[in-house]
T-cell receptor
Framework: DGGITQSPKYLFRKEGQNVTLSCEQN?????MYWYRQDPGQGLRLIYY???????QKGDIAEGYSVSREKKESFPLTVTSAQKNPTAFYLC??????????????FGDGTRLSIL | AQKVTQAQTEISVVEKEDVTLDCVYE???????LFWYKQPPSGELVFLIR??????QNEISGRYSWNFQKSTSSFNFTITASQVVDSAVYFC???????????????FGTGTKLQVIP
């Protein structure tokens, strides 16, 4: 079945450590997104990519980095500069382009905690 | 100011009651889309419905119905005869043309947590 796979489901980070969250899709979608979800704050956009080898900062990009070397993959690195990384991270994809009517498809999420 | 406001943080209803989830949005664009998503405890957001800015016809799908009113910038979601399986967080979202090349920009509300008590 087509979909989005996020791994791992749970991740623990030590102080000063960088960690990478994986996101893979087999929907042949051009656009991919990373969101952070905190209680009471909904989904906040971290980074997005409309096409391979291109990505843009979202609303809360500080302390995060991404790459988009392949269409199917959009990994997110939470760097040591992100002082409050504990959150639920969701990856999404959509067909992309300038069509406004495309829904996003989401993965199951990764829950990141500080050790 | 928030672009998408879901004023109800949490709602609890008893099974079989009807419940309406409110969504108010803000945009200067004339062309836009509105979405509702459901997030069950498993975490994955599931797309429920979309509405374009030119179509104010209400929609019904089984126990779900949606009321879109441009005059009040609202896109409310009603569940009739609620069931325990409806317990989830529901998100309203606005899709507009972004500033960067006109690509789709989606803004989510903060979500409403619905608990249906058996």
């Amino acid at each position: 079945d087509g979909g989005i796979t996020q791994s791992p489901k749970y991740l623990f980070r030590k102080e000063g450590q960088n960690v990478t969250l994986s996101c893979e899709q087999n929907l042949n979608h051009d656009a991919m997104y990373w969101y952070r979800q905190d209680p009471g704050q909904g989904l906040r956009l971290i980074y997005y990519s409309q096409i391979v080898n291109d990505f843009q900062k979202g609303d809360i990009a500080e302390g995060y980095s991404v790459s988009r070397e392949k269409k199917e993959s959009f990994p997110l690195t939470v760097t040591s500069a992100q002082k409050n990384p504990t959150a639920f991270y969701l990856c999404a994809s959509s067909i992309g382009g300038r069509a406004l009517n495309q829904p996003q498809h989401f993965g199951d999420g990764t829950r990141l905690s500080i050790l | 100011a928030q672009k998408v406001t879901q004023a109800q943080t949490e709602i609890s209803v008893v099974e079989k009651e009807d419940v309406t989830l409110d969504c108010v949005y803000e945009t200067r664009d004339t062309t836009y889309y509105l979405f509702w998503y459901k997030q069950p405890p498993s975490g994955e957001l599931v797309f429920l419905i979309r509405r374009n800015s030119f179509d104010e016809q209400n929609e019904i799908s089984g126990r779900y119905s949606w009321n879109f009113q441009k005059s009040t910038s609202s896109f409310n979601f009603t569940i009739t005869a609620s069931q325990v399986v409806d317990s989830a967080v529901y998100f309203c979202a606005l899709s507009e043309a972004g500033n960067s090349g006109g690509y789709q920009k989606v803004t989510f509300g903060t979500g409403t947590k619905l608990q249906v008590i058996p």
